[in-house]
């Protein structure tokens, strides 16, 4: 089975301020990990993957995550906030033979000025 | 390049009627294509996917059911709606083979009444 925990709903942060939005996932193989972003009343647009090779993967718009595997944890992070990355963002996982995506709750992020 | 659509984007619906959400995708072949719902303040819930055409997973019990009648087109439907049918829908595709990354299309909300 798989699963993803994404620790906090909502997180807030000032325009400039480091933004990290953490994800824990858990696989019993190898996890294939993602990162999207959902701006309001718009479907998800993928932000980064990781499924081998390095560990840190970069992505649109300045984000990044790093895929630690003795924490099972992808979190992402970007050094500087910018308001246009207000959004509600997802982690998601998927391992072994199954297609499909699992998906974290979502942390909703807020930029404050 | 690939697209997706889905329609409509925005739907009000009594209690008790039918209800048709269409997807279809652009240039891919034997795509697989999936239901996502995404209700108020919770994360995404996979609701089908389909490797092919009349083949079809179901991932929870529910008052819907989807189809597949050609290789790129996908449709959720509902014989009567119920108020907890009320979300947002967001139809999917991703390559057939392996663990790829799953692309959205831009969501349908719908709100029963």
């Known amino acids: 089975a798989q699963s993803v925990t994404q620790l906090g709903s909502h997180v807030s942060v000032s325009e400039g301020a480091l933004v990290l939005l953490r994800c824990n996932y858990s696989?019993?193989?190898?996890?294939?990990l993602f990162w999207y972003v959902q701006y309001p009343n718009q479907g998800l647009q993928l932000l980064l993957k990781?499924?081998?090779?390095?560990?840190l993967v970069k992505g649109i718009n300045g984000f990044e995550a790093e895929f630690k595997k003795s924490e099972t944890s992808f979190h992402l992070t970007k050094p500087s906030a910018h308001m246009s990355d207000a959004a509600e963002y997802f982690c998601?996982?998927?391992?072994?033979?199954?297609?499909?995506?699992?998906f974290g709750s979502g942390t909703r992020l807020q930029v404050q000025p | 390049s690939q697209t997706i659509h889905q329609w409509p984007a925005t739907l009000v619906q009594p209690v008790g009627s039918p209800l048709s959400l269409e997807c279809t995708v652009e240039g891919t072949s034997n795509p697989n294509l999936y239901w996502y719902r995404q209700a108020a303040g919770r994360g995404l819930q996979l609701l089908f996917y389909?490797?092919?055409?009349?083949?079809i997973s179901s991932e929870v019990p529910q008052n819907l059911s989807a189809s597949r009648p050609q290789d790129r087109q996908f449709i959720l439907s509902s014989k009567k709606l119920l108020l907890s049918d009320s979300g947002f829908y967001l139809c999917a595709w991703s390559v057939r083979q392996g663990r790829n990354t799953i692309y959205f299309g831009e969501g349908s909300w719908l709100t029963v009444v």
């Open positions: 998601a996982v998927t391992s072994g033979g199954r297609r499909a995506l699992t």
């Open positions: 389909s490797v092919g055409i009349g083949q």
């Open positions: 990781y499924t081998t090779g390095a560990t």
């Open positions: 696989s019993s193989v190898p996890p294939y």
